[in-house]
């Protein structure tokens, strides 16, 4: 079955570091990649996409590129600040049997620091 | 988009009771998916709610356990049914759109004691 695998947090940076956050899959067929974020308090709710190899997803400075060679998503943002601080999920759908379903990986917490 | 509405927001109920949670869209959509993420972990998929159908669960989710409903195209309800400890989580209504985006209430926060 699908599985989505990120790398374990908390993560915690300096304000203004430079971020990385890991996440491969398994899928069968071609789904959609997505990064979800929580912030303290709320709801998920969507950060970027990519729906096809070498997409590039992009928001609010994070960026992440659906590599189909490397089966990763791995999420990036070049300065960090501290209202990034919160829980991030990397996400895949899954097509099959007409439904829409996502799989999540364990979520990383992220903190950072002035 | 879609904006949800889930209710309660939160709630401590006692063991061997059921909690009913309701979620209510403002968009008529197909399909609804309840969720469920246990204190410190991922979301895990409990069963998605076509209108009109019954509901289909995952693995390791019964209905029994966890009846649905879906009267109509905007709103859906969870029962948690004789509640234990191992129960208390953040249950979460889901809807997704026609570009695979899904959209998340602000989740219900759901102790048992």
């Known amino acids: 079955g699908n599985s989505v695998t990120q790398m374990e947090g908390p993560v915690t940076l300096s304000e203004e570091a430079f971020l990385t956050i890991n996440c491969t899959y398994t899928?069968?067929?071609?789904?959609?990649l997505f990064w979800y974020v929580q912030y303290p308090g709320e709801g998920l709710q969507l950060l970027l996409k990519?729906?096809?190899?070498?997409d590039k997803g992009s928001n609010k400075g994070f960026e992440a590129t659906y590599r189909k060679e490397t089966t990763s998503f791995h999420l990036e943002k070049g300065s960090v600040q501290v209202s990034d601080s919160a829980v991030y999920f990397c996400?895949?759908?899954?097509?099959?049997?007409?439904?829409?379903?996502?799989?999540f990986g364990t979520g990383t917490q992220l903190k950072v620091e002035l | 988009s879609a904006v949800i509405s889930q209710k309660p927001s939160r709630d401590i109920c006692q063991r061997g009771t059921s909690l009913t949670i309701q979620c209510q869209v403002d968009?008529?959509?197909?399909?609804m998916f309840w969720y469920r993420q246990q204190p410190g972990q991922s979301l895990t998929l409990i069963a998605t709610?076509?209108?009109?159908?019954?509901?289909?669960?995952e693995s390791g989710f019964v209905i029994d356990k966890f009846p649905i409903s879906r009267p109509n195209l905007t709103f859906s309800t969870l029962t948690v049914s004789n509640m234990s400890p191992e129960d208390s989580s953040i249950y979460l209504c889901?809807?997704?759109?026609?570009?695979?985006?899904?959209?998340f209430g602000q989740g219900t926060r759901l102790t048992v004691v």
């Open positions: 889901s809807v997704t759109d026609l570009y695979t985006e899904a959209f």
């Open positions: 899928a069968t067929g071609y789904p959609s």
């Open positions: 990519a729906t096809k190899a070498d």
């Open positions: 996400a895949l759908n899954d097509l099959t049997g007409g439904g829409n379903k996502l799989t």
């Open positions: 968009s008529q959509v197909t399909m």
């Open positions: 709610a076509n209108q009109g159908s019954e509901a289909t669960y």
